[in-house]
């Protein structure tokens, strides 16, 4: 397939887009291609420099479409791969090109095709991803801008990558853990739910015609159920409400987030995973920001962003401000007391040797194992308890419900 030369595009010129072609050369064979453009016209008149007579009507602006979202998945697949094209030699448009090409994702096709845009109009490539802080956060761009300043940019993309998938690989694990139980909870409620609505309702008919007396848990999970149907809208509606107004007052308002995230840290069994999981990527973020050369200061800077939880970003901030001052990052932490004391000891020994992003690497390494085991154990632990949970929950009402019926049985 043809593509045609595409014209370098002035600093300031507004954004091109990619237009696919088909035309035909000077000897009559139907050709086809692509080129970056400002206009259908612009990629015309281009064609006819160059031989190629194009119909305004087969000039068709490429479409991403709509709908999808852009992922901590996809970024970090992008990242892996235009690693790995880099080392190749291929050079970064180019390599563009063929991220946006395999892209199945529509969303993610565009924000590329943006910033390959911003590049090639000779804006840098840090820069371009800082006009996207959504998806590019401080951490990534100031390693990008490390990488483009040293000249080893596909070393540092391929930090970036392996610290992405690190991380993700983690959250993933405890996202993991956390399904089982929410999900069962889920269709535990919707069984209680459906039984109060509609099957109690009516063994209350049935026994109503018995005219006897009826067992005390039969008459109290009949109440139950009359109270579920007369107020049902209200109960629903207030769950809801609850539910998304939670939702909107966590994303707006940052003392609740950070009770939240003290609160989680206090939890049995889940807390300490989350504690653990936090000193993984809070070890892991300063490990790759300071291998990149970028000094310690800075590089708590963007641990603080990356840390995860409100408690650890506050002892962040305090052990940077005491660094800038002249402590020494293991005193900084002894003092903030959230780190356990084979982390401050491991900091400690980073230090003195000159090897502190190595150190912190193998720190990350143990917290992460531990997250896996720990993660293990916790799906191993919550099977048996929520079987007997689900079993005296919905047990229990199945059974009262069938009382009055082994009642009359023994009467007869």
């Known amino acids: 397939m043809a593509t045609a030369i595409r014209p370098k ?13 088909e035309g035909k050369d000077k000897s009559g064979k139907i050709i086809r291609g692509e080129m970056r453009a400002q206009s259908k016209t612009v990629v015309q008149a281009t064609l006819r420099r160059q031989g190629i007579s194009v119909n305004e009507n087969k000039i068709k602006k490429r479409s991403f479409g709509r709908g999808s979202s852009v992922k901590d998945k996809d970024i970090a697949i992008f990242t892996r791969q235009l690693a790995t094209m880099m080392r190749a030699g291929v050079p970064l448009l180019q390599s563009f090109d063929i991220a946006i090409k395999g892209t199945s994702n529509p969303a993610l096709g565009r924000l590329l095709n943006d910033i390959r845009t911003e590049v090639e109009t000779g804006t840098s490539l840090a820069n371009s991803l800082r006009k996207h802080p959504r998806y590019f956060d401080g951490l990534y761009c100031n390693l990008v801008a490390a990488g483009e300043q040293s000249g080893a940019l596909e070393n540092l993309l391929d930090r970036i990558a392996i610290y992405q998938e690190k991380i993700l690989a983690i959250k993933s694990k405890i996202k993991a853990a956390l399904f089982y139980p929410i999900a069962v909870a889920v269709v535990a409620a919707g069984v209680v739910t459906v039984m ?65 995230d003290r609160m989680v840290l206090q939890i049995p069994v889940i807390g300490e995973i989350i504690r653990k999981a936090t000193i993984a990527r809070w070890t892991r973020t300063l490990s790759t920001m300071f291998a990149a050369g970028v000094p310690l200061v800075e590089a708590l800077e963007s641990v603080a962003g990356a840390a995860g939880n409100h ?74 308890i929520i079987i007997v949970v689900l079993g005296t929950l919905i047990g229990g009402l199945v059974v009262a419900m069938y009382l009055p019926i082994f009642k009359l049985g023994q009467t007869i």
């Open 196 to 260: 109060m609505l509609f099957v109690i309702p009516e063994f209350k008919k049935v026994f109503t015609s018995f005219g006897a007396d009826l067992p005390a848990p039969t008459l109290f999970v009949m109440a139950l159920s009359d109270f579920f149907v007369e107020h049902a809208l209200l109960i629903f509606g207030s769950i809801f409400a609850f539910v998304f107004g939670f939702i909107y007052a966590h994303r707006r308002s940052p003392t609740l987030r950070a009770r939240i």
């Open 9 to 21: 595009n002035r600093p300031g010129a507004s954004k091109d887009i990619i237009f696919n072609w």
């Open 311 to 384: 408690v650890y970003m506050v002892a962040t901030k305090r052990i940077q401000a005491d660094v800038s001052t002249g402590t020494s990052l293991t005193v900084a932490m002894q003092g903030v007391n959230v780190f356990p004391a084979m982390v401050v000891q491991m900091v400690s020994i980073g230090e003195e040797s000159g090897q502190l992003d190595g150190m912190c690497a193998k720190v990350a390494d143990f917290f992460e194992r531990e997250v896996d085991d720990m993660v293990a154990g916790l799906s191993q632990l919550l099977e048996p």
